[in-house]
């Protein structure tokens, strides 16, 4: 065969490469995406949504005295390596060291300061021992434990001096007259009120509750519950578009006829698309961060570490509604099966949720309930039936049913959106998960990142594959 | 085989949908730097045939050269530009915006594709509308953009698919002027077109597809000369002692004239002897040419409507 007939005439002035074409798709679908009204709708929800959030109060409740209180109380064990969501209370139990402290009087420093997470105590500390069990303490003991608990560091010591007499001593009573200052948790499981609208609307209850999980709650509700879920539905509502449009006759011909190979057109347009959505999110994301730093002080980046989380969950989304946009070329069917997996992944997570759960009541039967100190403090309602809830007796647990075994089935194979929740929820909660709730969420023992990240790749990869391999063979 | 003069070429290309056979061995070779015109009625293939050639479809059997090279590879596709029929424009763009989009997928440099964008849009009459948006285009602007985009990187070969249709007679005659231009400068240009007046004008070869088969190939006066005829009229009447070796005679209405078929290999200089033979002077002599339409009619009725 002869060479190329190629003409007189100028030669193409540029040469076509993978960059330069994931660079035009990408300015292209920017340009679909500012075209999306509902994308400005979005928007404006959501700063309606933050404007709501940033006329609230968090307000600490005074509390100073009970938390002196706590840390005297605590001063009777010794707490090191017990872990109260594990331990049982025989073993904390037997950490006592024979000896009971509390606190005799305490003032704020200096005497007219708010009773608040930031205030300085001028405190008088009592200690009496147990005969033959306990010993006397000294002051550098007390300094040193004064303040620890499981669930952080409330106080630390800036002045310790034993007021103790030697006739109090030598019947076990020792006293200290100490300054403490706030220790590093103590702003984090102070209780707050939350209100909003000023001080119209009351959120939280009277007793209040720990900073951290009011910062905690409302991050969570901002970037991925109400926040996350509105941004993540109008992204797929915006995004199932794209490709339906890009493959419709008469649109398809003017991109087939470039040079590039089809599977890049399909690969880049997910890609833009992705990218898209992540500075959506990324934009959620700090703004949420921006507004409870504002309203607490609380600058934690943990929130921030939950975008790629939330990316990947949308990229799974967006791979399903890519290959279905590709096989019936419609925005609406993409949509529709799209928000349906969703939708089912939800229940089959949910489901699975409470498999998980009844197995842990029957695995954790008889063990005592694990408990944090800091919730320890604030009143419990009585569970009506006199019994705690959870163990009550269940007909058949329910991780027992044939219905438990095919939701097990299913979600095996689906993409554990559970995982990723956790995930979100462990980012969020990592600065603030000093208190023993937020701590069990943390150790959640059918959590496995690995697993979350790897099935989510993996189904958003086989997807994005099998529509290449679709568009690849088909003829326009 | 294709040869350097050829920068498209076709041999016994067939494309099948099941049992139906869109094309049947088409054999075709369209010269560099010419202007070659396809016409066809609605399904005869005509479309088939130029998504095969921008390797959009994979024929069923035969073979087909683009640049002489391969159809289907990237490279093949790299110099060609293309105007599809009923194209759709994405209308959030503006007509800068969809040439930069566009003039990256080829991997035109931002700069050369800006420059580039700029001078098609002001030879395309669209210059002044830079920031309206696709969707509010006529659709004859519409038109000229998707031209400008199938000529945006100087390609060396061009197919259009009813480049002029929704263009004003204006317009229409921008668009010529910028194709003959274009072929000036060595560009290989393939029209498909209902529009046989303009094909006649612009062409330099034309193809007739009839059920996806080459009913005829030619240049424009190859395909019309078969029905070249002359009309005469003369000084005094005829009668039955003039007798004609060179032509065939036959009354042409009732003003005197006659219209003239030469006889096979004769030239009208052999007739005007004869009649001058015959004392005969000639009042009015006019060359009678066959349409592109007439045979295109033609073939249509000997054809019937495709599939």
Redesign the interface.
Known sequence: ?????????????????PL??C???L??TW??F??ARILWLLVAAIAVLFGVALSARVEPLPSGRPYLDLAARALSADMAGIDLTRDSLAEVAGRLDGSLSWIVAAEPLPADAADGPATAWSVTLARNVVPVVGRLATSDEIAARFGQIPDGRLWTIREIRETTSRMAAATGSQTWELTVDPGPDLRILWPHRFSLFGDSLELSRPEGAPLGLEVFILQKLLSNGIGGTILLLVSVVVTAAFVP?MI????L?????????RWQLIVFTYAAALLFVAGLLGLLIFATWLVTGLLTGLWSPGILLALPTLLLFFAMLLSVSVFTGIVTRSAVAAMLVTITTWGVLFVVGLMHMQVVASRMREENAGKPRPVSVADALRPRAASPSGRPRGSAAERTPFHTTTVARIVEAIYAVLPHTEDLDTMVDRQLMRDFAVGGRLRQLMESPDFQWARGVGLAVAHAAAFLVAACAVFTRR?? | MPTMHHVVSTRELEKHYGPLRALGGVSLDVERASVFGLLGQNGAGKTTLIKILLGMLAPTSGSAHLLGLPVGSVEARRDVGYLPEDHRLPEYHTGPSLLDVYGGLQGLPRQERQRRAAELLDRLGLAGREKLRIRGYSKGMKQRLGLAQALLHRPSVLFLDEPTDGVDPVGRKQIRDLLLAERARGVTIFINSHLLGEVEQLCDRVAILRKGQLAIVGTVAEVVGAKTTWLVAFDRPLTADHRWSSAQLAPAGSSGLWRLQLAAATGIDRFLEEARGHGLHLRHLEQERGTLEEIYLQLADAGGPSS
């Open positions: 065969m002869t060479q190329p007939a190629r003409s007189p005439a100028d030669e193409p002035a540029g040469r076509p490469s330069r074409s660079a035009a798709i300015q292209d340009l679909a500012l075209d449009t419709r006759k008469g649109t011909e003017l991109l087939l006829v470039r040079p590039l190979p003829d326009p």
